[in-house]
């Protein structure tokens, strides 16, 4: 459901309350040097930790780019209970060091590694079915043409990367989320609830139509 945009182009907007999205969409995603410009050019007061900013950043780039083991590595040094309390995590990036290794055609140091990091994990039933899918792909001589082939995908990477990034948010008592996501899931919602409406009243009037031109 589309709303006139005459409805809201009069609203004033607050600028302090754009600069703070803009600043927590920066500080999220780890730009900092746009971060610090922005911020000298407006004015607003720098409330980020800079240096925490570029050490999620180095972490977050490390898995994204594959070199997994290191981003585990800086994760413990940065949050060192973290993947001990997120299992799903932990094993999140540890499969994707396996996919990396998969993928680079170490099937023997692969299925070493699987053995002996991810294995442990088959004693709870919700990963078995996760890790039969990534074994799977030992068994195909071009695993990017498997039905498994998704795992081996830049979006799977960035996935396991953005849930990481918001991992270390959440473990610094700062939001997973930045103030544009949110405002994009607000705004999903709102759109969800104003269609419904519509379409409720919509099914209203038309009961009251057939009502109306019910023979009496």
Known sequence: MDIDPRQYEDIAVNDNDVHSI??????????????????????????????????????YHLALEGS??????LTEQFAPDLLEKNKDLHFDLLSLH??????????????????????????VQKYVE?????????????????????????????????????ALLANSNLPSYSAVERLMQQTTVVRQCLSQESRRVSSICFER???ELEPR
Do not use: W
């Open 98 to 123: 396996f996919v990396g290794l998969v993928c680079t055609i170490k099937c023997t140091e692969a299925l070493e590694f699987a053995q002996a990091k991810l294995a442990p994990f088959g004693k």
């Open 130 to 166: 996760k890790l039969e899918d990534f074994m799977a792909l030992l068994a195909y001589n071009e695993p990017e043409k498997s039905p498994m082939f998704h795992l081996l995908s830049l979006e799977y990477r960035q996935q396991v990367a953005d849930s990481l990034n918001r």
């Open 68 to 73: 997994v083991l290191k981003a585990i590595e």
């Open 22 to 59: 803009v600043m927590s969409y920066l500080a999220h995603s780890c730009f900092t040097d746009t971060l610090e410009s922005f911020t000298t050019s407006t004015g607003v007061k720098q409330t980020a930790n800079l240096e925490d900013m570029e050490k999620r950043k180095k972490i």
């Open 209 to 211: 139509l057939f009502e």
